[in-house]
């Protein structure tokens, strides 16, 4: 670590010393890391360091590196900087709180506090009922917090799959049907009447447990920006269920999701029954949406089921049904 961010994390946190210690992830083709930080002479034990910094050659995992490809890495972290510095939670969308930023040239540093100290010290890679419910109460308290904000500063559409990021995806798209659809999944989506601020990328791994499980907090908001709130919940749910499970218990999980967002939006003025109704059906749109970045993406991926592809031909046939009355 440079000299001068150590000054930084040591002036932000009033410390008087620091180690470095383990590397907590390194960053999406080589775009950096985040590391632990345990500090001396002040009131925190520890913080994390998500220091990003662009590098010469990319090395993608499947070797995608392109110039629109690192274009939108460089704005994910742009975005995700000015949502640290501009844009705040409160406890019941429990997000890191941010302690310093800089930024210079190729390299950019978020000074975070340290969750694992703050109580939310599980991780998990598989969950129970009680993890995923945990998960989904803080997307719908998230998602009330910033119903009708503007996402100024943000990803206009947020998700890193969406449509308008992802040409090259939807070039290799071998799947007709879809290819021919996908503007009118995202003319869908997107014209939602009802907009909040999404996470982007909601899935297990970005997320943090307490002891209990009761309780999570959420982090990496590179693909935070405007939309439906249903596209954090499909990818939540696509992340930690197989397809017989999300057949079984997708239902009874949205139940779940729709009375936490409606008890958590505040404002008087919204009809939580159009809210409601909207959503659900955008449900199947949402997850045919990600379907389609994931088709064109990884063609072998394990989320390319027999749950996504069902309800991939309900949108089909909604919009064919849809362009028929239009006539």
Not at 51 to 76: I, L, Q, W, Y
Not at 155 to 178: C, I, M, N
Not at 222 to 230: F, R, S
Request: glycine share 8%; net charge neutral.
């Amino acid at each position: 670590m440079k000299p001068e961010h150590q000054d930084l994390v040591l002036r932000a946190c009033s410390a008087s010393s620091l180690r470095v210690g383990a590397t907590v992830q390194t960053l999406w083709s080589g775009y950096g890391e985040i590391v632990r930080l345990h500090l001396e002479g002040c009131d925190r034990p520890s913080v994390v360091v998500k220091h990003v910094k662009f590098p010469e050659e990319a090395a993608h995992p499947g070797g995608r590196n392109t110039d629109r490809s690192h274009a939108r890495k460089v704005r994910s972290y742009q975005v995700e900087t000015h949502w640290y510095r501009n844009y705040h939670t409160d406890p019941s969308c429990r997000t890191p709180a941010c302690l310093a930023v800089c930024s210079h040239g190729d390299e950019m540093l978020i000074v975070l506090e340290d969750l694992d100290a703050a109580g939310y010290d599980q991780r998990w890679t598989s969950v129970k009922d009680r993890e995923i419910k945990a998960c989904l109460r803080w997307l719908a308290h998230f998602h009330a917090l910033f119903l009708g904000v503007p996402p100024e500063g943000l990803w206009p559409v947020g998700t890193y799959w969406h449509l308008e990021t992802r040409p090259d995806e939807l070039e290799a798209l071998d799947h007709a049907e879809l290819k021919a659809a996908a503007g009118a999944i995202d003319e869908a989506l997107n014209g939602c009447v009802f907009k909040t601020v999404v996470h982007g990328d909601a899935k297990l791994a970005n997320f943090c447990f307490s002891r209990s499980g009761e309780d999570a907090a959420a982090v990496d908001f590179q693909y935070v920006g405007g939309g439906c709130g249903m596209k954090d919940v499909v990818y939540f749910l696509g992340s930690c269920m197989d397809e017989r499970e999300c057949e079984k218990r997708v239902p009874g999980l949205l139940d779940h999701y729709f009375t936490a967002l409606k008890r958590s939006v505040k404002k008087k003025d919204v009809d939580l029954g159009a809210l409601e109704r909207e959503w659900r059906e955008m449900f199947a749109f949402a997850w045919t949406d990600f379907h389609r970045f994931l088709l064109g993406w990884s063609p072998g991926h394990w989320k390319i089921n027999r749950y996504s592809k069902q309800l991939t031909e309900e949108v089909l046939l909604k919009l064919k049904q849809k362009k028929q009355l239009s006539f």
